[in-house]
């Protein structure tokens, strides 16, 4: 079997600095042990979390959070599939909400045509509204994409200009990739960079410029190996990073620091948070 289709990383990596650039800490997966979960990311170098909230309940346990975990910053968006939420109460709610110097990106926005909840006419729309509240706000914009890649570039293309973000959890091809950079957007490599499955990522995560790469956990979901099947949490980005770094040839350190200042400078923020 092909090295490249059997990743090597299985246990601890040394201790580094870095920020999980998107998890859904304010989920009831972590209701239960919430600060026990935010411990172990500090104890394993976890600096920063982008925590997101995905409709309006959740924007407001994300709010509620970040202020009293200094660790902790907001993502406030509309998911695509959520889209069928969006009118002009839940518009200006969100607006006064990324008001708050807590949040530091617009989302996750972005297409989702699997499985087709909102419809892909109504998703495009609401994409396009956020596209243009992150350009009023100047705040970065993160993107959800699944099953939809060439749209999501086409979007942007029509729709983007003057904006910056993040395609979370990178899951299209190289080519998609490098549009996307070309475009002023980063790439988030999450879980399935350590997939055997995950090739295709891997691929991305070499090819694209590092200065616009930034690692996440996307937990509670997509969990790493040796973690599959079970909860995610922000402390398993270290298998990230020590999946990344082997895939490009570099020292897990040094893939650390260059995706934790990317992520302080596309954010806004301090690597500390």
Aim: glycine share 8%; charged share 20%.
């Amino acid at each position: 079997m092909d090295a490249a289709c059997r990743p090597r990383y299985t246990g601890a990596v040394p201790h580094l600095h870095l920020v999980d650039s998107h998890c859904h800490l304010n989920a009831p997966q972590f209701d239960a042990d919430r600060p026990a979960v935010i411990e172990r990311a500090g104890a394993t170098g976890v600096r920063l979390m982008l925590d997101v909230g995905t409709e309006p309940i959740e924007w407001e346990r994300s709010l509620a959070l970040a202020q009293t975990e200094p660790s902790v910053r907001c993502v406030l968006g509309l998911h695509p599939n959520s889209t069928d939420l969006w009118g002009p109460g839940v518009s200006d709610h969100l607006t006064r909400l990324l008001a708050s110097p807590l949040v530091a990106a617009v989302g996750e926005t972005g297409l989702d045509y699997y499985p087709l909840g909102a419809s892909p006419e109504q998703q495009r729309a609401v994409f396009v509204e956020h596209l243009a509240l992150a350009r009023r706000l100047t705040l970065p914009v993160v993107i959800h994409a699944r099953e939809a890649y060439d749209d999501i570039l086409t979007v942007l293309t029509e729709h983007g200009q003057e904006t910056t973000g993040l395609l979370h959890s990178f899951a299209g091809t190289v080519e998609h990739a490098l549009r996307a950079v070309a475009l002023g957007y980063s790439i988030g490599i999450s879980g399935p960079v350590t997939y055997r499955s995950g090739a295709n990522v891997r691929e991305a995560a070499t090819a694209a410029p590092l200065d616009r790469l930034l690692i996440e956990t996307d937990s509670p979901y997509l969990p790493p190996q040796p973690h599959r099947g079970k909860r995610n949490e922000p402390a398993h980005v270290a298998l990230i990073a020590a999946a990344v770094a082997e895939a490009r040839g570099m020292a897990v350190e040094d893939l650390a620091r260059a995706t934790s200042e990317n992520a302080a400078r596309l954010f806004g923020l301090s690597p500390s948070g």
